[in-house]
């Protein structure tokens, strides 16, 4: 299955389970396990899961109002990774039933990770990306993340 495949399945995963209403993961940055701007309207996330495999990393957040963030990287350790052609790494955002993508030539970002252990994820991200219906892009910025591993 392609990154991009995977990556819609995670985040409706995740807009599911944000629908459920679970307990935080951890109190992380600005009172979520993740924060961020979406076109400027906070995001505090309720929970987060990230995960490994197949060499990638997967970060997930959903918050109140059916949004979630989610993105894949190369699993390499603390590092910067770029939204872009040629590299492992997409992000998407889920509001209700619309989406919105950053993939190879479609949108762009910066994932920053700056801890990464066999039990805690930490680091900050921009993104722009694309989808709709309206409107065709969101920028997301300010995203931190303090995640644990289960």
């Known amino acids: ?30 009172t979520g396990p993740m924060t961020a701007l979406i076109d400027g309207d906070s995001f ?6 990230v995960s490994r495999s197949g060499g990638q990393v997967f970060v997930n957040a959903g918050a109140s109002g059916e949004r979630a963030i989610g993105f894949q990287f190369p699993d390499a350790g603390p590092s910067n990774h770029f939204v872009g052609p040629g590299n492992a790494v997409s992000a998407g955002v889920t509001i209700g039933t619309s989406s919105w993508l950053a993939v190879e030539a479609i949108g762009r970002g910066t994932i ?11 680091g900050s991200f921009t993104l722009t990306v694309v989808g709709g219906p309206d409107p065709a892009t969101l920028e997301l910025t300010n995203g931190r993340f303090a995640i644990d591993f289960f």
């Open 1 to 30: 299955m392609r990154p991009v495949h995977l990556l819609a399945l995670a985040l409706v995963a995740t807009s599911l389970t944000a629908s459920c209403g679970s307990d935080p993961v951890d109190p992380g940055p600005d």
């Open 44 to 49: 505090v996330a309720e929970f987060a899961t």
């Open 112 to 122: 920053t990770v700056t801890v990464l252990t066999g039990a805690r994820i930490e």
